[in-house]
């Protein structure tokens, strides 16, 4: 996405799980512990903010409004729980539900990342199976079943609302 929109700003959401090795603080995930965490919801600092699988994640405020005020779109990886949020925050969002081209698919790559165990895995697929029942709640629906192709309908479609 990056290399399709320069200009694009990737929000870094903060988490209380356990970085995974490849993961980066502050770049992947800004990794906080659950106190922090409280404190930041306690301070309403998170534009958004949901349980997901046993640990918080959310998105901080202040980098969105930061680079909204200049003029730079801003790409959020949250989840329904989350969408569902920022749509009732900032009603103006252009929200894109990226789906899996199939459950089945979905598995073969999360199998593939082996960062899961097998109880972990099922709960992922049937809350993907959820998420896809809540696909209206999107203005678009991308298929991620090639990763350029994926990227260049959602670079359009963020061109797109510009325009708009």
């Known amino acids: 996405m990056r290399e ?13 799980r356990r970085p995974r090795p490849t993961e980066r603080d502050g770049v992947d995930y800004s990794f906080v512990g659950e106190e922090g965490f409280d404190e930041m919801v306690e ?7 949901a349980e997901i699988f046993g640990h918080r994640s959310g998105t901080p405020s202040r980098p ?26 900032r ?7 990226l789906e899996p ?22 709960r992922r697929l049937a809350k993907a199976a959820w998420e896809g ?14 990763l350029t192709s994926a990227s260049s309908q959602v670079a359009a479609i963020i061109g797109a609302s510009r325009t708009s």
């Open 4 to 16: 399709l929109l320069p200009d694009l700003r990737v929000s870094v959401s903060v988490t209380t």
């Open 43 to 49: 301070r309403g600092e998170l534009l958004e903010w």
């Open 64 to 89: 969105i409004d930061e680079a909204l005020a200049e003029g730079r779109d801003v790409l959020l990886e949250i989840d329904v729980q989350g969408a569902r949020q920022v749509r009732e925050a």
């Open 91 to 97: 009603p103006d969002a252009v929200l894109i539900f």
């Open 101 to 122: 081209p199939s459950l089945a698919e979905l598995e073969r790559r999360l199998r593939t990342r082996a960062t899961e165990d097998e109880e972990k895995l099922q």
């Open 133 to 146: 029942s809540q696909r209206d709640l999107f203005d678009h629906v991308v298929v991620n079943d090639d």
